[in-house]
């Protein structure tokens, strides 16, 4: 099992920044990659980013030069920086990381960002 812990989030103006955090902790050595989805009411949960085991990065179109996935491996933590957000990023965020070879997918608790127009 993998237990996924998320911080960061909020309210945030637009054109402003947030920075969401997650840590990882039990039997990580088995996970290929680790990033965010969103989802806003009424609308399906949407994958944001990832950064897999090699250090290559995955971005939906829409956050492309604004949002950064970065991870610190000594921690066990992937952030994302969220820079230049819009209204249209409002959403739940939830942490996400992934064992390709069991098809294995943990989720974190999800946090609440909101971007105000």
């Known amino acids: 099992q993998v237990q996924l812990v998320e911080s960061g989030g909020g309210l945030v103006q637009a054109g402003g920044s947030l920075r969401r955090s997650c840590v990882a902790s039990g039997s990580i050595f088995n996970i290929n990659a680790m990033g965010w989805y969103r989802q806003a009411p009424g609308k399906q949960r949407e994958s944001v980013a990832f950064?897999?085991?090699?250090?290559?990065?995955n971005y939906r179109d829409s956050v492309k030069g604004r949002f950064t996935i970065s991870r610190d491996n000594a921690k066990n933590r992937v952030y994302l920086q969220m820079n230049s957000l819009k209204p249209e990023d409002t959403a739940i965020y939830y942490c996400?990381?992934?064992?390709?070879?069991?098809?294995?997918?943990?989720w974190g608790q999800g946090i609440q960002v909101t971007v105000s127009p």
């Open positions: 950064i897999i085991s090699s250090g290559n990065t």
């Open positions: 996400n990381a992934r064992n390709d070879g069991l098809r294995l997918n943990y």
